[in-house]
């Protein structure tokens, strides 16, 4: 959170390791009370944390923890109880093209090609038709989806649909890549080559992502660092720094290791 020092300057005491002026994006001390039948509920309490910019980070916890909420808070779609979310220094209050955001459901529009799609955040910028001709062709190629610019969702495979919206996320060039169980609604072999795909379009682009999932092993996967979440309410109980280089082999003891660490967090007690 921050609060003043004796100098009358502001300071950071949030559950991550870095301050909102060197964070893409930081949540301080974000919370969320519902009303059910009149009584208040408490979804979410004092979530704080910070994520690099250019850090892949993701978001872990037990059912009912409060994932969906905090990320639909992060990316302007939810309003916070209190607290506040801040992009690159800036508090968020609504949605913005500074954040690309992903869901697990495609979202795409069934009439529209590819490309179309891929294109349609970039109608209302201020770039030429050239210029968003050329960025559509240049994040169709960055997800192999080069040959299939003319062809329209109902012909794509579910993992050829998300690559269309990681593409269109990254089309409007955020700076930050917000998602949610993108990958949920496939094969889990579909699902571990779009989490390789992944790594390799962050890799070319240098972008912040922080990801949200309930699947440990993607998490271990993926991440440089894991927030993992308690319930009742939804709070931070943990980061996890993953310290194991990438590629990582799911075969592997340090692997196992933070599987196991983090799936002992997630059930661990209050």
């Not at 779609?77 to 607290?83: K, S, Y």
């Not at 390789?196 to 070319?204: G, I, P, Y």
């Not at 922080?210 to 009742?232: G, K, P, Q, S």
């Not at 082999?249 to 967090?265: I, M, P, S, T």
Request: hydrophobic share 40%; net charge negative.
């Amino acid at each position: 959170m921050a609060r003043m020092n004796g100098n009358g300057a502001d300071e950071w005491e949030g559950g991550g390791s870095l301050p909102p002026a060197a964070a893409s994006v930081a949540l301080d001390r974000v919370g969320k009370t519902y009303s059910a039948d009149g009584d208040p509920v408490r979804a979410l309490d004092d979530v704080s944390f910070s994520v690099a910019d250019g850090e892949f980070v993701c978001l872990v916890g037990p059912s009912g923890c409060g994932k969906t909420t905090l990320f639909r808070i992060v990316a302007g779609l939810t309003e916070a109880t209190d607290g506040r979310v801040l992009l690159d220094g800036t508090e968020v209050t609504g949605p913005t093209t500074d954040m690309g955001v992903v869901f697990q459901e495609y979202h795409l529009f069934p009439w529209l090609t590819v490309a179309e799609n891929v294109g349609f955040g970039l109608e209302r910028s201020d770039r030429s038709p050239d210029e968003r001709e050329r960025r559509v062709d240049e994040m169709l190629g960055l997800v192999g989806l080069t040959e299939f610019r003319d062809a329209y969702p109902k012909s794509l495979s579910g993992g050829m649909k998300q690559r269309v919206a990681i593409a269109r996320a990254l089309a409007v060039d955020p700076d930050l890549l917000l998602m949610d169980e993108p990958f949920g609604a496939v094969d889990a072999q579909t699902r571990e080559m779009l989490q390789r795909e992944l790594l390799d379009v962050w890799a070319s682009t240098g972008k912040t992502v922080l990801f949200v999932t309930h699947d440990v092993a993607e998490a271990v996967t993926l991440a440089d660092r894991i927030v993992v979440m308690a319930a009742d309410p939804g709070r931070v109980r943990e980061v996890v720094d993953v310290d194991v280089g990438r590629p990582r082999e799911r075969g592997d003891a340090a692997f196992a290791e933070y599987v196991g660490r983090v799936r002992e967090l997630i059930g661990a007690g209050p």
